[in-house]
Every structure is written in C-alpha cells, then in structure tokens.
C-alpha cells in the first residue's frame, strides 16, 4: 500500500517570493507521483507528475518538482508565486503497475499568496 | 473540448434521506472515478469503471452507497440512507483508458451537506 504525507497544511508566502510544498511518500515498491491544483469551487488540475527519467519535471504556471528517491520525497516548488497560484495543492501517488490508475493523495497544503 | 459535468453543484439534506450524483465524463474516456472528498483531507477513490465494468470498489461503502455506469458514459452515484459523516465534496474524474499515468480530469464536484 502507498501512502502520502504533505506536512505543511497552509503556507503563506508574498507575491513574488519563492516557495516549496513538501510531499513525502511510503511505499514498498517504485511508484508514479503528481501533482494536483485545486482552485476555489473548482475540480483538482494537473500540475505535473513524475513517471520516469528526469527527475526534476516541470509543469504548468511556472511550477517545477524533484523526485528523489533515497529520501522518498517529491517536493514542488516555484521561483516566483503569483496571487493566483493561491490554492490548494495536493501530492499524489500511484502504483506503476497493477495499481489500475487508482490516485491515492496527500490531505493538501493551502497556499496562500500576499501582497 | 468539454469537460467533465457534474449535477447538483449543492446538495442539503437531513440524515437517513437518499440523494444522487450525476456524472458525464469527457467524450470517448473510457474510465470513470468518483471520489470523496471530506473536508480537511485529500480525495479519496470510492470507485472505478472500466467502460461500465467496475475495475475497483473496495472502498465504497456497499451498505449505503451505489454506482452505475450504463452504457459506459454518464454515471450516478447514490448514498442510501446518507449518514452525518458522507457530508463531504464528491468528485467525478475520467481519463481515455485505466492504465496508469493515463491524466484524470476532474469535475467542480458536489457538495453534500449532512444534517
């Protein structure tokens, strides 16, 4: 079984500072991550995901994650946030195989953007 | 291209009364998702068709809820009789096939409220 741990639950942060969402997982064998965007009243988005190769994987809006296995972490950052990137985003793992697609996610960090 | 609709957007009802969700996926996907999503926490998969084949519902709570996919396009869940606790954001999702790292595009979802 996989699981997920975002250990930050809100992150404020000003208007063109950086910031780093963590997310850490646990599993037993190798597995897919990703990552979702959640807008107010709207559906979760895909930001990006790591399937294989590369281990650092860019996105969309400017947003980019490392892999890194020896320490189970799949942390998501960006150089310069935006008032719009305020959202929730959540960490979120599958199996690579026999898994059938099946998102098991993190409870979601807040993040809150300032003047 | 449409995305993926969901009705009502709201829903309130008392305990032990009955309610349903409808879900239409993205034209041509094959697979379809609903999820629950309780406040504070990540979604969680409740259950997964294949088409209408059901690939994954070991955690739907088959006492009072139940899902169908007929003729493999729009799908309805529906929780008899709902209890304080199913007041949560439930989430449709679809993707082109079941295999992983196969992108889910998510709904708004509906928000039940529980009284």
């Known amino acids: 079984a996989q699981s997920v741990t975002q250990l930050d639950s809100q992150v404020p942060v000003f208007e063109e500072a950086p910031v780093e969402l963590r997310c850490n997982y646990s599993s037993s064998v190798s597995v897919y991550l990703f990552w979702y965007v959640q807008y107010p009243n709207q559906g979760l988005q895909l930001l990006l995901k790591?399937?294989?190769?590369?281990?650092l994987v860019k996105g969309i809006n400017g947003f980019e994650a490392e892999f890194n296995k020896s320490q189970t972490s799949f942390h998501l950052r960006k150089p310069s946030v935006h008032i719009s990137d305020t959202a929730e985003y959540f960490c979120a793992v599958s199996p690579p195989q026999g898994g059938g697609n099946k998102l098991t996610f993190g409870t979601g960090t807040q993040l809150k953007v300032e003047l | 291209e449409a995305g993926v609709a969901q009705s009502p957007r709201y829903k309130i009802i008392e305990k032990r009364q009955s309610v349903a969700f409808w879900c239409n996926p993205i034209?041509?996907?094959?697979?379809l998702y609903w999820y629950q999503q309780i406040l504070g926490q990540g979604p969680k998969l409740l259950i997964q068709f294949q088409n209408n084949g059901v690939v994954d519902d070991s955690q739907l709570p088959k006492d009072r809820f139940s899902a169908e996919r007929l003729k493999g396009v729009d799908s309805t869940l529906k929780i008899q009789p709902a209890k304080l606790e199913d007041s949560a954001v439930y989430l449709c999702a679809s993707s082109l096939g079941g295999g992983v790292g196969n992108e889910q595009f998510f709904g708004p979802g509906t928000r039940l409220t529980v009284l």
């Open positions: 034209s041509g996907h094959a697979t």
């Open positions: 790591y399937l294989s190769g590369s281990t």
